[in-house]
């Protein structure tokens, strides 16, 4: 069974940058899409970016689109979101998630790992 683990969260000011990173541990399949998700108090669960199991397809919110890059090593076992130009809006739990199923990278339902989440506060 596939775990994920995210780590790197924390407390920035707004314009200031962040990586939060995501360690995936047991089988994965080529078909894996791992994507990152945010959950702000009280607002529903957002789609941040998403990126294909071989790195070549990366997929973004209009939000965090030219701010954000989601990228994976080598290895294909880490999974980083850096986060350039933040901005207080951008505070939230920060989610990493897998997937096999394709094209429907946005929605949180077609997503069956979830890890714990971190917290990134940014200030003004």
């Known amino acids: 069974q596939v775990q994920l683990a995210e780590s790197g969260g924390g407390l920035a000011q707004a314009g200031d940058s962040l990586r939060v990173s995501c360690a995936i541990s047991?089988?994965?399949?080529?078909?894996?899409?791992t994507g990152w998700f945010r959950r702000a108090p009280g607002k529903e669960r957002e789609f941040v970016a998403a990126?294909?199991?071989?790195?070549?397809?990366?997929y973004y919110s209009d939000s965090v689109k030219g701010r954000f890059t989601i990228s994976r090593d080598n290895t294909g076992s880490t999974v980083y979101l850096q986060m350039n130009s933040l901005k207080t809006e951008d505070t939230a739990v920060y989610y990493c998630?897998?997937?096999?199923?394709?094209?429907?990278?946005?929605?949180?339902?077609?997503?069956?790992?979830w890890g714990q989440g971190t917290q990134v506060t940014v200030s003004s």
């Open positions: 998630a897998s997937t096999t199923a394709i094209g429907r990278y946005g929605d949180p339902e077609v997503y069956d790992t």
């Open positions: 047991g089988p994965t399949g080529s078909a894996e899409v």
């Open positions: 990126i294909n199991w071989n790195g070549y397809n990366t």
